[in-house]
DNA sequence: GTAGGGTTAG
C-alpha cells in the first residue's frame, strides 16, 4: 500500500518534469527531483510555513523562479491557515493549473473564516469543483458543522459517495460545538465501527459540555484495554485532561493508573496501549491546575521520555504561582526552548511587573509568533505603561504580524488607559472588520466607551451583541451607567440582569452601590447591600464600604459615614478614606476632612490630592492661613503636585 | 500542499 503510495506520487512528479528539464539538463530526471533546486525550494518553503514565518515563506515564493502546484499549493496553505482568506484566493486564481488539492485548500480556507458570506463563497466554490475527493466532502462537511449548520453538514453527510472516520468525526464534533451531546452519542453509535479518532473526538466534545461521566462511562464501554485501537491511549488522555480542567484529580490520576506503563513489565513496544507523553503531561497538567506544584513535579521528574511539552508545563507551572526563579531555570536547563517556552518566560516576567526583562527576553527571541506579542502588549497594558504597549502594537503590524482578538483587546485596554477614544473608535473599526468580536473584546469595548464618557457607544455595543451576555459584560455596562451618573439606567440593567437569572458577582453590586450613591439613594442603598449579602451570599468588600460611605457622605451624613468607617471589618483603603474627603469637601466638614486627608496621607505619602483637597476647602471658607499653612506643608513633605489637581477649584 | 481527534504560552 505504501509503496504503491510512493510509486503514484512518483508518477505525479515525473509528469511535471518536463517543465524542469527546460533549463536543467540532466541525464536522470526521476533520480534528481529529490535534490532539485524547486524540490528544495518546496520543502524550504513549507518548512517556512509551518513554523508560521508567512512573510519569509512569501518572500522565498516571490522569488522562486520556477513553482510547480505544490508550491503554490504550499503558499495558499501558508495564507489558509492565518485565515487570510484573500491573499490566498489571489493566489488560487494566479497559478497556472490547480489540482483537487488547489480547490481543497481554497474551499476550507472559506469554510474557516468567520461569516456566512464566506461559507457561502466556499460552498459555491465546491460546487464549481471539477473533481470531488473525500478529503473535499470532508471540508464541507466540518466546514458547516462549525459554522453551526448542522442540517447542511448532514445533508452533504448523506450525499457523499462514501464515508470514512473522518466524516463522522466531523459531525461528531458539531453537534457537540451546538452542545447537542444526545445527537453526538446517537450517530457515534450509528458508525459501523467505533474508530479510535471518533472515540477522542466524542471524548474530547463531552468533556467541553461538562458531561464527564458520560464520556467515562463511553470510554468505559467502548475502550476496554488493549482490544487492538491504536490510539486508544489518546481517548484517555482526553479524559484525564477533562477531569484536571474541572478539578477532578483523584479521577485523573485513578484513569491515568488504569493505562498500562512500559516500566510495569518487559513489554514495551509490543504493547499498542500504554501511557506515552502526552499521557503524562496531561495528568502533570491536572496538578499544575490544583496548584500542588509538588505532585506536578514529581511526575516530571519521573518521566523517561520528556519533550518540550513536559518541559512547558512545568514551567508554565511555575508562572502561575509567580516563581519566576524555578521557571528561570527550568528554561535553562531545557534542551531546545521552544516559542512557547519564551511565551511563558515573558508572560511570567511581565505579571511580576518586570517589563524591562520582560521586553529584554522578547527582543532575544529567536521567533516571534502572534502569541508572543499578545503576551508582551498585555504585560504593557497590565503594568500601565500604555505608550509602550502602543509602540509594541505598531511595531507588530510593521512586521507584519496581524492582530487577532486577543491582540485588540489588549489594545482598547490601551485606549481605556490612557482615555483616548480617536484611538478606541479606530480601534473598533479594526475589530467589525477583521474579527468576530467575542465576550472579551464587546466587554473591553464597552468599558472604552463608558470610560470615555461615550456611554451611548458603549450602550450600541451592549444591544448588538446577538450571543450570550455573560456576567463581566453585564457588570461593564451597568458599571459604565453608574459612573456616568445614569442611576435609573444602571438599576433597571440590574433588574433585568436578575430576570435573565444571570448570577451577579462582587462587581455588579459594586457599580450597584455606585449607582445609588450618585442618585442618593441611600435606602435602597442598604437595601442592595444587604440583599447582596443574603440573597446571593456574596461577602461584602472594603469596596462595597467604600461605595457605602460615599453614598452617606454625598447625602451629608458625615458622622453616619465616620461610624461606618469606625465600625466595618476591614482596615478603610485609600478609596474609603478618599470618598469621605470628598463628601467633606461638598459639605463644607474642616473636622472631618483633617481625619480623611491625614489617613490618605499616611497611604500615600507622595500623593498631592489630599493636599490640593484641603488647600481649596480652606480656601473657599477664605482661611487663607490654614490654606498656606497646608501648601507649606505640603512643600516641607518634597509632594510633588501632579497633573489633574488644581489649586484653583 | 488538503478534511477529523489528545498535552503546553496570550
Known amino acids: 500500500m505504501a509503496s504503491l503510495y ?26 534528481n527531483y529529490n535534490s532539485s533546486p524547486l524540490n528544495q525550494s518546496n520543502k524550504k518553503l513549507s518548512n517556512l510555513i509551518r513554523s508560521g514565518r508567512i512573510s ?71 460546487e464549481l469543483m471539477p473533481q470531488r475527493d473525500c478529503v473535499s466532502w470532508n471540508t464541507v462537511i466540518s466546514g458547516y458543522a462549525k459554522n453551526g449548520r448542522m442540517d447542511q453538514a448532514l445533508k452533504l453527510f448523506n450525499a457523499m459517495p462514501e464515508h470514512n472516520a473522518v466524516s463522522y468525526n466531523a459531525v461528531i464534533t458539531g453537534f457537540l460545538l451546538n452542545g447537542d451531546v444526545e445527537s453526538a ?4 453509535r450509528t458508525m459501523p465501527e467505533h474508530d479510535s479518532t471518533s472515540l477522542c473526538a466524542l471524548i474530547s466534545g463531552l468533556v467541553r459540555n461538562g458531561e464527564l461521566d458520560l464520556a467515562a462511562g463511553i470510554l468505559r464501554e ?26 477532578h484529580v483523584e479521577e485523573a490520576r485513578r484513569l491515568f493508573d488504569v493505562i498500562p506503563d512500559d516500566d510495569d513489565d518487559g513489554n514495551e513496544g509490543k504493547r499498542r496501549f500504554r501511557r506515552n507523553v502526552v499521557s503524562w503531561n496531561s495528568m502533570m497538567m491536572c496538578y499544575v491546575k490544583a496548584g500542588d506544584i509538588v505532585f506536578a513535579r514529581e511526575l516530571f521528574d ?24 524555578e521557571a528561570s531555570k527550568l528554561f535553562r536547563e531545557m534542551p531546545s526552548p521552544d516559542v512557547l517556552s519564551w511565551n511563558s518566560i515573558i508572560s511570567g516576567l511581565a505579571q511580576k511587573g518586570d517589563l524591562n526583562l520582560a521586553k529584554d527576553f522578547f527582543e532575544r527571541m529567536p521567533h516571534k509568533n502572534l502569541i508572543s506579542w499578545n503576551t508582551i502588549i498585555a504585560g504593557y497594558e497590565k503594568n500601565e505603561d500604555y505608550k509602550g504597549a502602543i509602540k509594541l502594537f505598531s511595531e507588530m503590524q510593521l512586521e507584519g504580524e496581524r492582530p487577532d482578538k486577543h491582540t485588540l483587546s489588549s489594545v482598547i485596554s490601551v485606549s481605556t488607559g490612557l482615555v483616548d477614544l480617536y484611538l478606541g473608535k479606530q480601534l473598533h473599526q479594526l475589530v467589525t472588520k477583521t474579527v468576530l468580536p467575542d465576550s472579551p473584546i464587546n466587554n473591553s469595548l464597552i468599558t472604552m466607551y463608558s470610560r470615555c464618557g461615550a456611554i451611548v457607544d458603549a450602550c450600541t455595543v451592549f444591544n448588538e451583541i446577538k450571543l450570550y451576555k455573560d456576567v463581566i459584560t453585564w457588570n461593564a455596562m451597568i458599571g459604565g ?5 445614569s442611576a435609573a439606567e444602571a438599576l433597571e440593567l440590574f433588574k433585568l440582569m436578575k430576570r435573565l437569572k444571570i448570577h451577579p458577582t462582587y462587581i455588579t453590586f459594586i457599580s450597584v452601590l455606585n449607582a445609588c450613591a450618585h442618585a442618593g439613594l441611600v435606602e435602597e442603598g442598604w437595601r442592595q447591600f444587604k440583599s447582596m449579602i443574603n440573597d446571593y451570599g456574596i461577602e461584602p468588600r472594603v469596596e462595597h464600604f467604600a461605595s ?44 472631618l476632612a483633617l481625619v480623611a486627608a491625614d489617613a490618605l496621607i499616611r497611604l500615600e505619602p507622595e500623593s498631592s490630592a489630599p493636599y490640593v483637597l484641603l488647600y481649596n476647602m480652606y480656601a473657599n471658607l477664605g482661611q487663607w492661613d490654614d490654606a498656606e499653612s497646608v501648601r507649606v506643608l505640603m512643600e516641607e513633605k518634597n509632594v510633588k503636585k501632579q497633573a489633574g489637581y488644581s489649586w484653583v477649584d
Not at 467502548?222 to 477531569?243: E, F, M, P, S
Not at 451607567?481 to 451618573?485: C, E, M, Q, R, T
Open 6 to 31: 510512493v510509486r503514484l506520487s512518483r508518477r505525479n512528479i515525473v509528469e511535471q518534469l518536463p517543465r524542469i528539464r527546460c533549463c536543467h539538463v540532466s541525464a536522470s530526471p526521476t533520480h
Open 481 to 485: 451607567y453608574a459612573s456616568h451618573g
Open 222 to 247: 467502548c475502550g476496554n484495554g488493549d482490544d487492538g485501537k491504536d490510539d486508544l491511549v489518546h481517548a484517555y488522555n482526553t479524559l484525564i485532561a477533562g477531569y484536571g480542567q474541572r478539578g
Open 302 to 325: 519521573r518521566m523517561v521520555e520528556r519533550d518540550n511539552c513536559s518541559w512547558n508545563t512545568l514551567i508554565s507551572c511555575y508562572v502561575q504561582i509567580s516563581n519566576m526563579e
Open 548 to 591: 457605602l460611605v460615599d453614598i452617606l457622605g454625598r447625602q451629608g451624613q458625615l458622622q453616619e459615614a465616620m461610624d461606618l468607617i469606625n465600625t466595618m471589618p476591614f482596615k478603610p483603603d485609600k478609596a474609603v478614606w478618599g470618598a469621605l474627603l470628598g463628601a467633606c469637601r461638598v459639605h463644607n466638614n474642616v473636622e
Open 56 to 126: 519569509e515563506a512569501r518572500t522565498l515564493f516571490d522569488s522562486m523562479k520556477r513553482r510547480d502546484t505544490v508550491t503554490w499549493n504550499s503558499m495558499i496553505s501558508g495564507y489558509v491557515q492565518r485565515r487570510e482568506i484573500a491573499r490566498a484566493r489571489q493566489l488560487f486564481d494566479e497559478m497556472p493549473r490547480r489540482d483537487v488539492v488547489s480547490w481543497n485548500l481554497i474551499v476550507s480556507g472559506y469554510f474557516s473564516c468567520c461569516g456566512s458570506r464566506f461559507v457561502e463563497e466556499g460552498r459555491r466554490l465546491f
Open 185 to 188: 452519542v446517537g450517530f457515534f
